[in-house]
């Protein structure tokens, strides 16, 4: 199995190989001639290499550095469970992740704007001024919403890319003027 994500770089759904020794090695890459998500130790864990070991489990891995907590066996299952707990590790990245069509859709304002700026600097600096005057009162309201919905400052600090302690400072006041308490 591997899964990539366009979406989500740097966190690619990998196969660990549990191997007699207790070591964890990666999977290999799949065959050209494979599809990307087919282990080369096929269905069964059997190696490809005939001299090479045998693996006595999988574990799910990411890319990122993320190891799951238990072993699989070494079956087909086993590689649905590795995804199933990979899906997990994800699921909170998935959650603060931007839309890839509204980030392209941002990309090309930021680009429009940047070659106004060059021809029209007064004009871009109007868009600019309107882009503020909704944009400031948006991210509020939805940190406001994260907090309703549960998430803490540190996962609303990652998604806003600053630390929780700055999301904190910067938004405590507008989350306790919309609490009902």
């Avoid at 990998?14 to 964890?24: E, H, K």
């Avoid at 190891?67 to 959650?95: C, F, I, N, Y």
């Avoid at 406001?144 to 803490?152: D, M, P, Q």
Wanted: overall charge negative; aromatic content about 6%; hydrophobic content about 35%.
């Amino acid at each position: 199995m591997r899964i990539r994500l366009e979406d989500l770089p740097g966190h690619e759904g990998l196969v660990g190989l549990r191997m007699p020794d207790g070591s964890l090695t990666v999977a290999p890459e799949a065959q050209p001639d494979e599809p990307a998500d087919t282990p080369r130790t096929g269905r069964t864990g059997a190696a490809t290499d005939e001299h090479a070991p045998t693996p006595t489990a999988y574990r799910a891995m990411c890319s990122c550095g993320w190891t799951g907590s238990r072993d699989h066996p070494p079956t087909e299952e086993g590689t649905w469970s590795v995804t199933s707990e990979w899906s997990q590790h994800m699921k909170p990245l998935w959650a603060a992740a931007a839309p890839a069509w509204l980030l392209n859709r941002s990309d090309t304002l930021r680009d429009s704007v940047a070659d106004l700026t060059t021809t029209w600097p007064l004009q871009a600096l109007g868009v600019l001024a309107e882009v503020e005057r909704w944009q400031k009162p948006l991210i509020e309201r939805a940190v406001v919403a994260a907090r309703e919905a549960g998430a803490s400052w540190s996962e609303i600090g990652t998604a806003l890319g600053i630390t929780k302690q700055s999301a904190h400072e910067r938004f405590n006041a507008a989350v306790r003027r919309t609490s009902p308490d």
